[in-house]
Each structure stands twice: as C-alpha cells, then as structure tokens.
T-cell receptor, first 114, second 114 residues
Framework: DAGVTQSPTHLIKTRGQQVTLRCSPKSGHDTVSWYQQALGQGPQFIFQYYEEEERQRGNFPDRFSGHQFPNYSSELNVNALLLGDSALYLC?????????????FGSGTRLTVV | AQTVTQSQPEMSVQEAETVTLSCTYDTSENNYYLFWYKQPPSRQMILVIRQEAYKQQNATENRFSVNFQKAAKSFSLKISDSQLGDTAMYFCAFIQRNTGKLIFGQGTTLQVKP
C-alpha cells in the first residue's frame, strides 16, 4: 500500500520564479493538507483541500495557492518566490473521518530559493 | 491562540535507558487530540503515539508511552529501552477538531548514544 508520494524531492529556484509541488495521497485518503517546515522548526499549516476545494487556510499570503484533482492528488503553487520561501514542504493526507487518527505524511520537497 | 511548546531543543540518552520529552499546549477546546511525531533524517513525519483528550488513560505503544495531564495541559512522551533508531527530531502536535489543522511544537532533537 503506497503511502503519500511527493515530487520532486529537491528543487532549486531563483527568486521571483514560480514553483509547483505535487502530492499523491495515500490510497483511501481524500483530504490533502500542505505544511511548510523551515529548517529546525515545526511544520506550519498552509492549507487543506477536500472535494477539490480549499477548506482551511493558514497564515500564508496569496502567493501560495493550491489545487486538488478528482483523483485526490494535489498541487501546491508558489508565485514570486522569496528567499524566505526556502523550506521543506510536507504533504499530508487523511480520510475525511475521525481526525484523531492523524495524518500520513510524505517525505517532503526541499525547496531552495537562491 | 492555540499553541504547542516544547521547551527542550535537544536531548541525549544512552542506549537502553529511558528518556522523557516534554510538551505543553494551550487551547480553549475541550475535545481534541494530541500526537507525538518522529522525524528522522529521511524527513518523513512518522506518527509515534496519539492521545484522545476525553480519555483519561494514558496511551502506550510498545516502548512509547505518554503522561497526559489535561488540567495542566501537559503531554510528555516517555521512551523506554532507547534504541539507536530512535535518534530523530520529535514533534508534539495538537489538532483542532473543527478545522483538522495540526499545530506543531518547535521540536526536540533526540540523540541516542551507543
């Protein structure tokens, strides 16, 4: 049973560029959340997608946007990249059920902005 | 605001010994879930143990157990018989039941020494 798959694993972009990160949820999961984890810090919630709609959003600017496809996979887009956007981006999936079972995380995409 | 605080940035323990990681949180909710996640150098966030706030009994998972003090809003993790593979960063997390948003602490880096 495949877990959460993220691509690419590493990415280097130049300031001002745009980037797209991808996530395939665990089989049977229909909700996808994205987190940003700066080096040495805990992950910060970006947003959550369910039924192809953004359901919840954290304190991130509009430069961060996303999409969920009918097969439940998701993309995270970041426009006008800043040096401060350098971080590990984690995708987590869950079934739309009791939240207490927690999420299954992917191994993340390491984004470096130069 | 709901917050999670881990006051120990780094800890070390000898192999086979016991170590306790501390976590406190702040919330006005009555029903919620708490988690401990492990993040090894592979970067994937792995669920170690979870606790449902309405259950008084402390959760246990093999060598891992928690001390949940709801009134004090404390949720510590005890690792017994520490193994080299336990070396990782450990995050305490709280989930908002109405949003499904995970709120993480800053993390504790645990090193198990041979």
């Amino acid at each position: 049973d495949a877990g959460v798959t993220q691509s690419p694993t590493h990415l280097i972009k130049t300031r001002g560029q745009q980037v797209t990160l991808r996530c395939s949820p665990k089989s049977g999961h229909d909700t996808v959340s994205w987190y940003q984890q700066a080096l040495g810090q805990g992950p910060q919630f970006i947003f959550q997608y369910y039924e192809e709609e953004e359901r919840q959003r954290g304190n991130f600017p509009d430069r961060f946007s996303g999409h969920q496809f009918p097969n439940y996979s998701s993309e995270l887009n970041v426009n006008a990249l800043l040096l401060g956007d350098s971080a590990l981006y984690l995708c987590a999936s869950s079934p739309q059920g009791p939240l207490g079972y927690g999420y299954t995380f992917g191994s993340g995409t390491r984004l470096t902005v130069v | 605001a709901q917050t999670v605080t881990q006051s120990q940035p780094e800890m070390s323990v000898q192999e086979a010994e016991t170590v306790t990681l501390s976590c406190t949180y702040d919330t006005s909710e009555n029903n919620y879930y708490l988690f401990w996640y492990k993040q090894p150098p592979s970067r994937q966030m792995i669920l170690v143990i979870r606790q449902e706030a309405y259950k008084q009994q402390n959760a246990t998972e093999n060598r891992f157990s928690v001390n949940f003090q709801k009134a004090a809003k404390s949720f510590s993790l005890k690792i017994s018989d520490s193994q080299l593979g336990d070396t990782a960063m450990y995050f305490c997390a709280f989930i908002q039941r109405n949003t499904g948003k995970l709120i993480f602490g800053q993390g504790t880096t645990l090193q198990v020494k041979p």
